[in-house]
């Protein structure tokens, strides 16, 4: 008879990873044990051997979501000075698309979470605090006034995450054209200087 197939076994990353692919394809309901061991064609047993329990993974997965998007905003939003501009410029471009369609969908399925866990809300909290205050800081190094610079940067948090819900490809025809108006309204550019600087 020829031995049985070694049992998959997966580290603690692993997990994470795990989780966190299921958060954005089942939302919150896909962050339990059993699917989670299915999905990943593990035993449960090999779950507690890295997590006391789901309260557990649960907390993991929040700050694991929390170290990496508040790493990601503090290279992105990162300027040189008298580049802030071209920065808000690049966050626009770089936020208001899809490329990242996952990425889009663990934040939705974080601010669900959030909803009805006080731990996610805090975590969700943190992050949108230091991404606003990022976007804050460049549009003070623009030399607008704190209560313009506050307006602008909820303005840009609001439309760069706000677009990936709404289906605005069948608006018009010309979306980027569209897209560079609401960049350049959203940046404080004049007209004349719809596009963003080379």
Same mark, same amino acid.
């Given at each position: 008879?020829?031995?049985?197939?070694?049992?998959?076994?997966?580290?603690?990353?692993?997990?994470?990873?795990?989780?966190?692919?299921?958060?954005?394809?089942?939302?919150?309901?896909?962050?339990?044990?059993?699917?989670?061991?299915?999905?990943? /064609?593990?035993?449960?047993?090999?779950?507690?051997?890295?997590? /006391?329990?789901?309260?557990?993974?649960?907390?993991?997965?929040?700050?694991?979501?929390?170290?990496?998007?508040?790493?990601?905003?503090? /290279?992105?939003? /990162?300027?040189?000075?008298?580049?802030?501009?071209?920065?808000?410029?690049?966050?626009?471009?770089?936020?208001?698309?899809?490329?990242?369609?996952?990425?889009?969908?663990?934040?939705?399925?974080?601010?669900?979470?959030?909803?009805?866990?006080?731990?996610?809300?805090?975590?969700?909290?943190?992050?949108?605090?230091?991404?606003?205050?990022?976007?804050?800081?460049?549009?003070?190094?623009?030399?607008?006034?704190?209560?313009?610079?506050?307006?602008?940067?909820?303005?840009?948090?609001?439309?760069?995450?706000?677009?990936?819900?709404?289906?605005?490809?069948?608006?018009?025809?010309?979306?980027?054209?569209?897209?560079?108006?609401?960049?350049?309204?959203?940046?404080?550019?004049?007209?004349?200087?719809?596009?963003?600087?080379?």
């Amino acid at each position: 008879m020829a031995p049985p197939p070694p049992r998959t076994t997966l580290d603690r990353p692993a997990w994470i990873k795990g989780a966190l692919e299921a958060l954005a394809e089942e939302g919150f309901a896909g962050l339990r044990i059993e699917v989670l061991a299915r999905r990943l /064609k593990v035993t449960k047993g090999s779950f507690y051997w890295h997590f /006391k329990d789901r309260q557990d993974l649960l907390a993991t997965v929040l700050d694991t979501w929390r170290e990496g998007r508040i790493r990601d905003v503090l /290279k992105q939003a /990162k300027a040189r000075p008298g580049g802030e501009r071209e920065k808000i410029f690049y966050l626009l471009d770089t936020y208001s698309t899809t490329r990242n369609r996952r990425g889009i969908l663990i934040e939705l399925a974080m601010r669900e979470w959030a909803q009805r866990d006080p731990a996610a809300a805090a975590i969700v909290r943190e992050v949108d605090a230091v991404r606003l205050e990022c976007s804050r800081t460049l549009f003070l190094g623009c030399g607008l006034a704190p209560e313009e610079a506050s307006a602008r940067c909820l303005l840009l948090y609001a439309y760069c995450f706000g677009l990936s819900l709404v289906m605005h490809q069948n608006f018009q025809d010309d979306i980027s054209r569209l897209k560079e108006e609401i960049n350049a309204l959203v940046a404080g550019a004049p007209r004349a200087a719809l596009t963003a600087p080379a």
